[in-house]
T-cell receptor, first 114, second 113 residues
Framework: ETGVTQTPRHLVMGMTNKKSLKCEQH?????MYWYKQSAKKPLELMFV???????ENNSVPSRFSPECPNSSHLFLHLHTLQPEDSALYLC?????????????FGPGTRLTVT | GDSVTQMEGPVTLSEEAFLTINCTYT??????LFWYVQYPGEGLQLLLK?????DKGSNKGFEATYRKETTSFHLEKGSVQVSDSAVYFC????????????FGTGTRLTIIP
């Protein structure tokens, strides 16, 4: 049983569609993250939010738009994606105030852009 | 910048074999080191960690020792099982209030009966 949930688990979208990925954490953490996992590439950190404030944007294209309305919820809004954006998108959360730096991951959303 | 280098996979072993997955790192300061595991169809799970030199992290029969002199954190298990088949990621975080993890590329492990 994971404390981080992600919906949907699978998503197929066309390049002109707009969709959103949702992440929710039930662990009382203050930081949330979006990662992109592509085959044969290291895990790519996309965005970091700490206490609802964005603290990291790793040069992510503007067709990915994150939203963090509170410390428990994180969204990734998608529009006019490219086929190379097909990947597994992972959400994670952590409690930064205890300095353990452990991140807890959700199961991911498998995105296919056609 | 910080980086993590893991041995290339995939690794295939027979059940009950000894496992080593190599991990070396480059970092400023004194990082914390982690091994995460990803089972098929799931997200990453923390397997073990070590926060200072000579610490040994252990969990589920897996061990890794933080070696500052060789900047390494190799993962070992004495007798692997089919259920250990997964992708293993080495990662680090620098201890300056930085909430980011730097991951290696992952090593796919397959255990055959």
């Amino acid at each position: 049983e994971t404390g981080v949930t992600q919906t949907p688990r699978h998503l197929v979208m066309g390049m002109t569609n707009k969709k959103s990925l949702k992440c929710e954490q039930h662990l009382g953490h203050n930081a949330m993250y979006w990662y992109k996992q592509s085959a044969k590439k290291p895990l790519e950190l996309m965005f970091v939010y700490n206490f609802k404030e964005q603290t990291e944007n790793n040069s992510v294209p503007s067709r990915f738009s994150p939203e963090c309305p509170n410390s428990s919820h994180l969204f990734l809004h998608l529009h006019t994606l490219q086929p190379e954006d097909s990947a597994l998108y992972l959400c994670a959360s952590s409690q930064t105030r205890d300095f353990t730096y452990e991140q807890y991951f959700g199961p991911g959303t498998r995105l296919t852009v056609t | 910048g910080d980086s993590v280098t893991q041995m290339e996979g995939p690794v295939t072993l027979s059940e009950e074999a000894f496992l080593t997955i190599n991990c070396t790192y480059t970092a400023t300061g004194y990082p914390s080191l982690f091994w995460y595991v990803q089972y098929p169809g799931e997200g990453l799970q923390l397997l073990l960690k070590a926060t200072k030199a000579d610490d040994k992290g252990s969990n589920k029969g897996f061990e890794a020792t933080y070696r500052k002199e060789t900047t390494s954190f190799h993962l070992e298990k004495g007798s692997v099982q089919v259920s250990d088949s997964a992708v293993y990621f080495c990662a680090l975080s620098t201890n300056f209030g930085n909430e980011k993890l730097t991951f290696g590329t992952g090593t796919r492990l397959t255990i055959i009966p």
